[in-house]
């Protein structure tokens, strides 16, 4: 009470205060702790830690890599492969519904003339052939590149390896559109890729690749007429000259890469820049 009567200023120390005082119970050692703030249950967020800078000179560190494991090297105009898909879509469409649909009434109907048949075939087949006589057409070219070739710093070098490195090794990723407007992924090696000559007014294919030798693709093809039009077709592509190498993510490189491909003097997109 002496202690709780020392702390009032003495114009309160009246009786009748001090009667109201004694009611006062001094605070307990619990109240005059002062509560901590409790644990939120959300978990703080995660700090990626940053790649630290290293200087070329420092070995024991290793240097981050610059470039992805695919890289891309050609890029098709994407008007070019949009139209292409439409194109070929539409034919295709127009291919099967006339083969399930108006060439059965045709056929069926007794009053049909017989030269409206043949017709009626050319007018079928015609815009479908149209669409895939160019062939395959290739919209990108990727290059896989090694751990080693990811941490080049100038395009230099990364042009510089792409000229030296074993064309048995060197691997690459193609997209193209075949007679379906969907595009479809192949991967092969450098040297299976061929440059076609310039021998006929009709092709426009520039492009063929041979995986595992002409041997294994003529057991997969056949020797036959079929089998030949199937070889002509499934491994032969068109890499359209113009803007595709400029809009890839690294110029220059797929001029290094069709440099070194193989094939006849004076062939197709010999200077496909």
């Not at 695919?70 to 519904?97: D, E, F, H, K, S």
């Not at 479809?184 to 595992?212: A, C, H, Q």
């Not at 595709?244 to 003097?265: F, N, Q």
Request: glycine share 6%.
């Amino acid at each position: 009470m002496s202690m709780l009567c020392s702390s009032v200023p003495r114009s309160l120390m009246t009786t009748p205060n001090i009667h109201a005082l004694q009611h006062l119970r001094p605070a307990t050692t619990a109240a005059r702790r002062v509560r901590r703030p409790r644990p939120s249950p959300i978990p703080p967020p995660r700090v990626q830690p940053q790649p630290v800078a290293t200087s070329p000179g420092d070995p024991s560190t290793p240097i981050a890599p610059l470039h992805s494991s695919l890289l891309n090297i050609y890029q098709a105009p994407v008007p070019l492969t949009v139209w292409t898909g439409i194109y070929r879509l539409c034919t295709l469409t127009w291919l099967l519904g006339c083969s399930f649909i108006w060439i059965p009434a045709l056929v069926l109907d007794p009053a049909t003339p017989l030269y409206n048949l043949p017709l009626a075939l050319f007018a079928t087949v015609l815009p479908f052939s149209s669409a895939v006589a160019p062939g395959q057409i290739v919209t990108s070219v990727n290059l896989h590149l090694p751990p080693s070739a990811r941490r080049f710093k100038h395009k230099a070098d990364l042009l510089h390896w792409t000229s030296h490195t074993p064309a048995s090794t060197t691997r690459l990723r193609i997209q193209f559109l075949r007679f379906v407007p969907w595009l479809i992924t192949r991967e092969f090696y450098l040297e299976d890729m061929r440059k076609l000559p310039l021998n006929s007014r009709w092709r426009i294919t520039n492009l063929e690749i041979v995986p595992g030798g002409k041997e294994e693709r003529q057991v997969v093809a056949g020797s036959g007429l079929l089998g030949k039009g199937f070889e002509k077709y499934f491994w032969r592509y068109w890499v359209p000259e113009g803007r595709g190498e400029k809009l890839s993510r690294m110029p220059g490189v797929w001029g290094r890469i069709w440099d070194r491909v193989e094939g006849a003097a004076g062939a197709r997109g010999e200077k496909n820049k």
